[in-house]
Every structure is written in structure tokens, then in C-alpha cells.
């Protein structure tokens, strides 16, 4: 089968390459669009793992569908995309996305139980994916599915076993079996570890990390989660309300954010280090007061504004990245005061 | 507080086991141990954290502490006595003093009910042999746990993630219990959201002396919030951590 | 139910219901008149064209005469037309509380119109189809709500009481799945006495029926409620201390509506094959009583049934009948589904 994306370009040239993606949905009940994703670009090197930090209604699950050709037909999506340094066309159809899907890009969604046929033996799905992609026999597509249930650190005897009798780990290896057959050039996972308990997801974590860094492949890393990122990451992308705020070096943003929003959402987790007596009103969390603003009726300026403890005038224009560091920020107060001491 | 002594076990557990079968009798079944001989007292007033990794019996352990499932062997106390199981007369008052916070708050209100009707059941539910009970003060309800009333002809499941958590807590209460144990309310929760609802059920904690027990696989959380946290692995307590200058066990 | 196309069904299988429910009003005649003279005519269709090509406004109908040349065919007699009035006083007869003086459409002349034609004793088929659907289709329907009612009472019981009950109940279920049940069917009315009053074996046949069909909506219903007993938010309602009773009306019983629904459109159009297979073997009711079955059972007189077609009609319209069950009970069934 011929792909349509050539696995062996320049080897200089990124996996993904992303300029100007925009997500709409048209609204029955108001005027104007949901813009879901507002002007979204990023790029992701060979063997580099990106993350993106978003709440849920930030988009991020809009972005991961949309570099994986996925969203839904009501959407209105436009956007810049290379892949490998092949540009995908704008009017790439459903037979050239599915070419792509499982073959140059895997992809792990959220619930790895809900992705698996329950009365279907797991190998066998598994072998699926190689057997729709590549020419091969299914003696050799059983083969290459032994070796990668190896790779993942589970028992040859899996294969014959029904996904019901699997945990939730071991499922969701599984579902990263499928992704990973076809030896993927970008692997996109929008939350897949929302669903186990922490020690198996730092596993299943650990597992994916090394297997990027052994194939060089790349990682688009989706998750609300912080303490996921800094486990899997190279580089994090923080979204708001379909904008970039803030990226950088996973390190270097996690331990001193510069946009007021990642800095707030950082406080949130808990920091006490171990139990105390101490009143119940010392215990509480931090919050960012207010909601986030619904899709259908966005401020101009920045998106954070009206949660944002430092907003000044020349918010109320669209900011413009500001070099920080190794990343970029997107406020205009950036590096111009210290954020984060409240006014 | 809740009048008697701070150390008074509100909810106990005496070396409780639970076992369930797993598959058909045609496919070969097997047996599950969910409990394994626990033991744990909950205190009044406190914040007891159970930590445990999924498998670890932490779901059945609410359900038993909740009143609403039978240990196979062993005895569950509320007060200080032992739960009469064979009563059911007895029992449904005893589940109104302790109320469970389900994992998945969608999952956990009717399809069928608007908000209303899910804050009004738990009274419906009861009023059928009791004496009649103090009418509901709703707008204080909903203040108490932030929600708004707009959203009460509302279909229940069409709420939004952070809204529906806050109504099973509003409903949750409505029964004036003792004990309120969380299921994992915060898991999988983004942070904001996370924060703002444990400070939420602080605050409940705080304002109705409530006891409270947290169930959770995030133990960061649980050194947020709790007094006492213990270990759970394989149905059974494998630790106890509790803060230094905590002998009395209560909140201040 | 939500769905439109279920609506559809719905409306239409109520549509055909009260057609056949004022098959008094309905029906041209009698089901009972006997016109030897036309032993099995053919159907005298609606004319607008007379036979000297004039165009009339109001439909007609010529009456059949025996063909002089030919005994056994039947000509049109031309001379005189019979055009077809609406609202036809006739002879008053009984409907339900209801003396009808007045017919919905027919001719004003005693020959008639026979639109599907007449039978061997020259009794106008039409009418004959309408008052045997009547008794099939309310057969089925009848017997169909009294399996499902069975198998919701018994459902319940086997979750409720649960223990030996349920064991009991779930082996008794497995033994009329297992049972041959149309032969049992046959068995037990052959017992009876074989002509008895159309009263009293309208009933039996409704009971019979409805008896053997409650094994498949039980277990579904053991099925939905078992689930539904295990959701968080039954849970959490016996965690209000809600009675039993309350758990059962509130939350567990609401929830086996849909599968009964479509059990119930699933079972009807059984139950009316069931009728009118009893009929056809002749155990339903007697004659001069039609039911679809008996109009059927005509067809095995091997004589003639191919050139006179008409005969066919009762099939056809029990075909329809039951294609619109199991139309419902699709529509009913992807509503399930989404």
C-alpha cells in the first residue's frame, strides 16, 4: 500500500508542524461561532515529546482530533500542517487520513477500555492494525505483535486473552500496542491515563518514554494533569480557552511559570508534604477565582483576562508571543514585572 | 462537634472480609477477595484518608462503611455499636446518618430526574414511614455547596462535570449525616476544579462537624486534607499515618 | 419514546385497530349474509367510466350476474348503475353500547358492493377480513399485554424475593422457552370441547396465549432490573434509607419500560399467528365467526383458489398487520440502541 507520507524524508525536517490551526463550531442558540482552537501552532522534533496542559473546555482534546483528521464533520477546522515535511492538504479526505492514522501517527485516547472490541481476542486486535497497513502475512503480523507485547512488558499468553480479563493497566498497554505496531513517526494520547490509579500510570508512563526515546519517535502529549506532563515530556505547551499561554522547557515552566494562568494553576495542587493537625481553613487549596469563558463569547484581548490578578489596559489586546528563557509567553506583562505577587 | 468525646469511633470496622465471584459457573469462576480481615476506626470529627491503588478493596470498604453492603464475615459499628444488619427498619435510618459520594457524580443521579427531583428524593425516599421532617431550606442548600439555582428544572445529567459534584454533595446532605465519605470525588478532576471542591467539602466539614472519610489513589491530596490517612493494599490496612501532634485526633 | 419513526409505527397500528374496532360501521355488510346466488364473485371495483365511456362524479358499482354463456363466471349488469353513498341507512344493529342505523359507505340498492369479492356462500369478503382482524389482531394484542404484564410480575418477583423464587421462576422460564408451543397450544385446546360459544373462546385463546408467552419478557426483565439494581444512583437512593418500594417504582421498574415495549411489539404479532393458527386448524371460533386464521384455511379447498385470487386478501392482510409489529419493534429497538 503506498503512504501517503514517505516514513524516510529529511531527517532534519520535524515530525509535526503545526501553523494556524482553528477549530469552530457553527452554534444553533447564538450568533456567533464556538471557536474551540484559536490560532494554534507548534512543533514537535524527531524523538521529542511535547505536552499540553489544558483544563477540560480548553480545546485540548479539539487539537489532538484535528492533527489526527478525526473531528467530527460539523467542525470547521482550517490549519498548516506537515507532517515528516510533507504538507497535509487541505482537503485531505477521510482515505487519506486513514492511511495516516495508525500507520505515520498512532494515537491513545482517553478510556482504553471503551477503544477494545470485548469479545475479540486482544492479540488479535492488535494484528489488525498490521494487518491493514502493511503487506505482510499473518503468520509475520503475529510475530511482530509478540515481539511489541514484549516491548510492553506483558506475558506472550496475552495475546489469547479477552479484554475483560485484563486490568486496567494491562489494557491500556494493549490500546498502546495498537498505536505503536506500525512503528508511528508521532504517537498522539489525549488523557490516556485518567482512568488507572497513579502507580500504574507512572508505568504505563515510563514505558512510553522509553519507548520514544528508543524508536525516536515523537510524543504529542495531551493532559490535564501537571505531574503527567513532567514525567513524559520534553516540552509543555499550556492552553487556555483555545490559545497558547505559555511553552517552554518542561523544568524550567513547571518550576517557574511566567504567564500569570500557569502559575495560578500550579498553585492549585496540593503542597503540603505531609499530614498536620492544622485548622481545617489552612488546609484549603488554592483556586483561580472565576470560570473560564464559554467558547461562544471569548474577550478580544487575553483569553485569562477576567481571571487574571495582574491585568493591566494593554490587555485588552491580543498578546503576542514574548521570548522567555527557552519559551515563549503569551502576555503582554511578561518579563516586564514579576508575576504572580498579587496587585 | 458532634457532642460526645473527640476519640469516639463514629464508623468502625472489626476484621471484615468480603469476597465476590467473578464469571459464570459454565466459564470457571474466581473468587475475588475485596476485604481481607480490615480493621479501621473512623473518628468523629476527623478526616480519614484511605489510600490505596485500584484493587485494593477501597471501593468496598465505602460500601460497607455506607451500610449498603454486607461484609461476608466480620462486624461494622456506627457509634460504637454493631450494625443490626437483619433490621431493614433500622437499617434505612442507619444509611441516612452516613452518606457516600459516588466516584462518577453522572453516573451516580437518575436519567430521568431534573435537578430538583434528585435534591428532593432523598426526603421523598424516606417520608413514606417517618414523621414528616423539616422543609428543605434550598436556597441555603445550594448556597452551601455554590451551586445556582437556575440549574434546578434542569435535567440532571446535562450538567456540566463541576455542577453535577456539587448537587451529589448537596443531596448527600440533605439526609443532616454524621459522616460523609467521598469515593474518589476528586479524581480525574482538572486542578481548578479539584481545588475549588475540596475546599468546598472543607468548608461542609468545618460549618456541619462533619466526620469525613476520603477515599483516593492521589496521596498528595490526602496530605492536603486529611488528619489521619491509612494505607490499603489487598483488603487489607498495610499503614497508618497520622500527624505528629494529632493524639487527639480531632481538628482544632 | 422518543423516536419519530417509532411515533409512526405507533399511530399506524392504532389506525388499523379502529378500523377494525367499528368493523360494524366499517363493514358493507354483514359478516354473516349469505347471498347464494353470488357463491364466490369476484370483487366489483369502484367505477367512474359507465360501459358507454360517460365520465360520472360519483362512483359506482354494476351488480354481478351469472354469465349466461358461462354459469360459472359472473358478467357486470350494465343497465342499471349503483352508485356508492356514504353514510347508508341500513337495518339497526348493535355496536358495542350503540345502535348504528347507518353504514359508513355502500350502495342504497340490496346488491351491493363487494370490494374483495364473496366467498362460497356469497358473503361479502371485505367485511369478513375486517371482522376477522378485529378478533386476530385484539387476540394478539390482548394476549400480547397479558404475557408482558406476566413477565413483568414474574421479573419482578425473581429480584425482589430473589433466593428460591428466582431459581424457581428462571427454571420454569428455561421449560416453556423449551417447550414446543404452538403444538402445546393445539394440545390443551384439543382437550376442550370443540365448539363452544366465539365469548368464551376469544377468552381462552387470549389466556392460552398470553400464559405461554410470559418465559421470554420475565428473564429480560430479571435482566434490566438486576442491572439497574446494581447503578450508583439506586445505590446512593438506598443510602437515603429508601424503601424498597421506592427503589422499585422510582428507579428499577421505569427502566424496563422500553424493553417491555418492544417485547410487547415483538410478542403481539407472535400471539396473532398464534390465533390464527388456531383458527386455521379450526380450534379458534366457529362459524359462521370469522378470524383471519378460518378466512385462510379457505385457501387449502384446493379447488379454484387460483382463479379466484381474491381468496388471498385475509393473507395479505395479516401479512400487513403483522410487517407493522415488527416495523414497531424495530423502530423501538434502535431507540434502544443509540
Known amino acids: 500500500m503506498t503512504k501517503p507520507i514517505d516514513s524516510n524524508p529529511d531527517p532534519k525536517s520535524p515530525v509535526l508542524r503545526l501553523d494556524r490551526l482553528e477549530v469552530r463550531y457553527p452554534s444553533r442558540t447564538a450568533e456567533s461561532d464556538a471557536v474551540v482552537v484559536d490560532g494554534l501552532g507548534c512543533e514537535i522534533a524527531r524523538g521529542q515529546a511535547v505536552g499540553v496542559l489544558g483544563e477540560s473546555g480548553s480545546g485540548k482534546t479539539s487539537l489532538a482530533l484535528a492533527v489526527t483528521g478525526l473531528l467530527p464533520s460539523e467542525a470547521r477546522c482550517s490549519m498548516e500542517l506537515e507532517i515528516l515535511g510533507r504538507p497535509v492538504p487541505a482537503a485531505a479526505d477521510e482515505r487519506f487520513w486513514r492511511r495516516l492514522r495508525g500507520d505515520t501517527i498512532g494515537m491513545v485516547f482517553q478510556q482504553p477500555s471503551l477503544a477494545l472490541h470485548p469479545m475479540r481476542r486482544v492479540g488479535l486486535q492488535v494484528a489488525d492494525v498490521l494487518l491493514s497497513h502493511r503487506p505482510w502475512s499473518a503468520r509475520s503480523c503475529r510475530r511482530k505483535v509478540m515481539e511489541l507485547l514484549d516491548e510492553l512488558d506483558l506475558e506472550s499468553d496475552i495475546f489469547q486473552a479477552f479484554p475483560h480479563q485484563l486490568s486496567g493497566g494491562q489494557r491500556q498497554r494493549i490500546v498502546l500496542a495498537q498505536a505503536l505496531a506500525c512503528e508511528p513517526s508521532l504517537l498522539v494520547a489525549d488523557e490516556p491515563t485518567t482512568a488507572l490509579d497513579r502507580k500504574t500510570e507512572i508505568q504505563v508512563l515510563e514505558l512510553v518514554r522509553r519507548l520514544s526515546r528508543e524508536r525516536q519517535m515523537a510524543l504529542l502529549w495531551i493532559s490535564h494533569d501537571p505531574g503527567v506532563l513532567a514525567e513524559i515530556t520534553d516540552r509543555i505547551y499550556v492552553m487556555y480557552a483555545g490559545r497558547w499561554m505559555e511553552e517552554g522547557p518542561t523544568e524550567s515552566l513547571l518550576a517557574e511559570p511566567n504567564h500569570p494562568y500557569t502559575k495560578l494553576l500550579l498553585d492549585c495542587l496540593p503542597r503540603r508534604k505531609a499530614l498536620r493537625s492544622e485548622p481545617l481553613d489552612r488546609r484549603r487549596l488554592t483556586v483561580i477565582p472565576g470560570m473560564a469563558p464559554p467558547a461562544s463569547e471569548l474577550p478580544s484581548g487575553c483569553r485569562f483576562v477576567d481571571r487574571c490578578p495582574v491585568v493591566t489596559e494593554s490587555c485588552g489586546e491580543k498578546p503576542s508571543p514574548v521570548p522567555m528563557g527557552q519559551g515563549r509567553t503569551w502576555c503582554v506583562r511578561a518579563g516586564s514585572t514579576r508575576l504572580g505577587s498579587g496587585p | ?143 452551601e455547596v455554590e451551586l445556582d439555582p437556575k440549574v434546578l428544572p434542569m435535567r440532571a445529567r446535562s450538567l456540566s462535570g463541576g455542577q453535577l459534584q456539587r448537587l451529589v454533595l448537596a443531596r448527600a446532605l440533605v439526609t443532616e449525616p454524621d459522616a460523609l465519605l467521598l469515593d474518589e470525588t476528586f479524581s480525574g478532576l482538572d486542578l481548578s476544579l479539584q481545588a475549588k471542591l475540596a475546599n468546598l467539602v472543607l468548608g461542609l466539614v468545618e460549618s456541619r462537624g462533619l466526620t469525613c472519610v476520603l477515599i483516593t489513589h492521589n496521596s498528595a491530596l490526602a496530605e492536603q486534607l486529611a488528619d489521619r490517612s491509612l494505607v490499603l493494599s489487598q483488603g487489607r490496612v498495610v499503614d497508618e499515618r497520622s500527624a505528629p501532634d494529632a493524639s487527639t485526633g480531632g481538628t482544632s | 419514546m422518543g423516536t419519530k419513526v417509532a411515533r409512526k409505527w405507533l399511530w399506524w397500528i392504532l389506525a388499523i385497530h379502529l378500523v377494525v374496532l367499528a368493523a360494524e360501521l366499517v363493514a358493507p355488510h354483514d359478516f354473516a349474509r349469505q347471498v347464494r346466488t353470488l357463491s364466490f364473485a369476484p370483487p366489483t371495483p369502484p367505477r367512474w367510466i359507465d360501459a358507454e365511456g360517460r365520465f360520472h362524479w360519483r362512483p359506482f358499482v354494476y351488480a354481478l350476474q351469472r354469465d349466461p354463456r358461462n354459469p360459472r363466471e359472473f358478467i357486470d349488469t350494465t343497465n342499471e348503475r349503483h352508485p356508492i353513498r ?253
Not at chain 2, 469511633?9 to 465476590?20: C, E
Not at chain 3, 384439543?190 to 400464559?211: E, H, K, N, Q, W
Not at chain 3, 392482510?317 to 407493522?324: D, E, F, T, V
Open chain 3, 86 to 338: 356514504f353514510w347508508v341507512p341500513s337495518e339497526p344493529r348493535q355496536m358495542g353500547p350503540m345502535v348504528l342505523k347507518y353504514r359508513l359507505f355502500g350502495t342504497s340498492s340490496p346488491t351491493g358492493i363487494h370490494l374483495l369479492g364473496t366467498d362460497r356462500y356469497g358473503r361479502d369478503m371485505f367485511s369478513r377480513i375486517l371482522y376477522g382482524a378485529r378478533l386476530s389482531l385484539f387476540a394478539g394484542a390482548l394476549a400480547g399485554t397479558l404475557a408482558v404484564v406476566l413477565g413483568l410480575i414474574a421479573g419482578t418477583l425473581c429480584v425482589t424475593w430473589g433466593g428460591w423464587v428466582d431459581a424457581f421462576l428462571m427454571r420454569m422460564v428455561e421449560l416453556t422457552i423449551s417447550l414446543p408451543w404452538l403444538y402445546l397450544l393445539i394440545g390443551v385446546r384439543a382437550f376442550l370441547p370443540l365448539s363452544m360459544d366465539p365469548v368464551p373462546v376469544f377468552v381462552l385463546t387470549i389466556a392460552l396465549v398470553g400464559t405461554l408467552g410470559w418465559a421470554v419478557p420475565a428473564r429480560l426483565v430479571r435482566g434490566v432490573l438486576k442491572t439497574a439494581r446494581e447503578q450508583d444512583y439506586v445505590q446512593a437512593a438506598r443510602g437515603f434509607g429508601a424503601s424498597e418500594a421506592h427503589l422499585l417504582f422510582k428507579h428499577l421498574l421505569p427502566q424496563t419500560r422500553d424493553t417491555l415495549l418492544t417485547q410487547w411489539a415483538l410478542l403481539v404479532p407472535k400471539c396473532v399467528m398464534a390465533e390464527v393458527t388456531l383458527s386455521f386448524f379450526g380450534l379458534g371460533v366457529q362459524e359462521p365467526f370469522p378470524s383471519l386464521g378460518s378466512l385462510i384455511s379457505v385457501l387449502t379447498e384446493a379447488h379454484g383458489a387460483m382463479t379466484r385470487v381474491w381468496m388471498f386478501w385475509p393473507a395479505v392482510a395479516l401479512g400487513l398487520a403483522i410487517l407493522s409489529y415488527h416495523l414497531l419493534a424495530e423502530a423501538l429497538q434502535q431507540h434502544r440502541d443509540v
Open chain 2, 1 to 143: 462537634m458532634s457532642g460526645g468525646p473527640a476519640d469516639r469511633a463514629v464508623l468502625s470496622a472489626a476484621n471484615i472480609s468480603m469476597r465476590y465471584r467473578r464469571g459464570g459457573k459454565l466459564s470457571g469462576s474466581e473468587q475475588i477477595q475485596a476485604l481481607d480481615g480490615m480493621s479501621l476506626e473512623v473518628r468523629s470529627g476527623e478526616i480519614l484518608a484511605l489510600v490505596g491503588p485500584s484493587g485494593s478493596g477501597k471501593s468496598t470498604l465505602a460500601r460497607c462503611l455506607a451500610f449498603l453492603e454486607r461484609p461476608d464475615s466480620g462486624e461494622v459499628g456506627f457509634q460504637g455499636e454493631a450494625v443490626p444488619w437483619e433490621d431493614v427498619l433500622a437499617m434505612r435510618g442507619l444509611r441516612r446518618r452516613v452518606q457516600l459520594v459516588f466516584q462518577d457524580p453522572a453516573r451516580a443521579v437518575s436519567p430521568r430526574f431534573t435537578t430538583e427531583q434528585v435534591l428532593r428524593e432523598p426526603q421523598q425516599a424516606w417520608q413514606q414511614r417517618a414523621s414528616p421532617q423539616r422543609a428543605l431550606d434550598w436556597a441555603q442548600l445550594l448556597a
